[in-house]
């Protein structure tokens, strides 16, 4: 079945230290997302790429960064420039006119 | 800018009664919405869509209406049961652009009452 897979399910991460959350789609979409959702709101767009070895700021992209090296993967890393990274991360996919989203089923991310 | 909202950010329904979400939108040139349902810890996953050349479209125990004129969405649940509850997001997107990024509004809590 096609989908995407997000790993890990949670994550757990010290004080100055940088993270790398997986994204994995399988649905030969050109289109991949990262939001970030903390409690209570919305999403919130962190990075997009509409295809291989191309990617866009989205509103919140200050302390992440990311790579498209192939169709099928959007890492995200969290650095330790991002001062409040404690939240759910949601990957996406989607046609390049951002029909048929699909999302990750999440990374949650806490700072120990 | 453009912005999605919705005008709940809660909703309390009993068991078996219908359920209304609602969204505004701002931007006339959004041409395709879609409904997602997002259940504690899990991904939003996608309900219904809706063309702005439709006013109306009904899915298996859901309808979407639109209504362009006042630039509303709304998502119609019947018969509401315990698995209804969720958090539901409407989003906004723009068909006729090559790309334009979804826009998705703050989202309604649904809670189902026995």
């Known amino acids: 079945d096609g989908g995407i897979t997000q790993s890990p399910k949670y994550l757990f991460r010290k004080e100055g230290q940088n993270v790398t959350l997986s994204c994995e789609q399988n649905?030969?979409?050109?289109?991949m997302y990262w939001y970030r959702q903390d409690p209570g709101q919305g999403l919130r767009l962190i990075y997009y790429?509409?295809?291989?070895?191309?990617?866009q700021k989205g509103d919140i992209a200050e302390g992440y960064s990311v790579s498209r090296e192939k169709k099928e993967s959007f890492p995200l890393t969290v650095t330790s420039a991002q001062k409040n990274p404690t939240a759910f991360y949601l990957c996406?996919?989607?046609?390049?006119?951002?029909?048929?989203?699909?999302f990750g089923s999440g990374t949650r991310l806490t700072v120990v | 800018g453009e912005s999605v909202g919705l005008h709940l950010p809660t909703l309390s329904v009993q068991e078996g009664d219908n359920s209304i979400i609602n969204c505004a939108y701002s931007?006339?040139?959004?041409?395709?919405f879609i409904w997602y349902k997002q259940e504690s810890g899990k991904g939003p996953q996608f309900i219904i869509d809706?063309?702005?050349?439709?006013d109306k479209r009904q899915g298996q125990r859901v309808t979407v209406l639109l209504n362009k004129t006042v630039k509303h969405l709304s998502l119609q649940i019947a018969a509401t049961q315990p698995g209804d509850s969720a958090v539901y997001f409407c989003?906004?997107?723009?068909?006729?652009?090559?790309?334009?990024?979804?826009?998705f509004g703050p989202g309604t809590s649904l809670s189902v009452i026995p």
């Open positions: 809706i063309r702005s050349n439709m």
């Open positions: 931007n006339s040139a959004s041409d395709y």
């Open positions: 989003a906004e997107n723009r068909m006729k652009t090559s790309y334009d990024k979804v826009i």
């Open positions: 996406a996919s989607s046609d390049p006119r951002g029909l048929g989203y699909t």
């Open positions: 649905l030969n979409h050109d289109a």
């Open positions: 790429s509409q295809i291989v070895n191309d990617f």
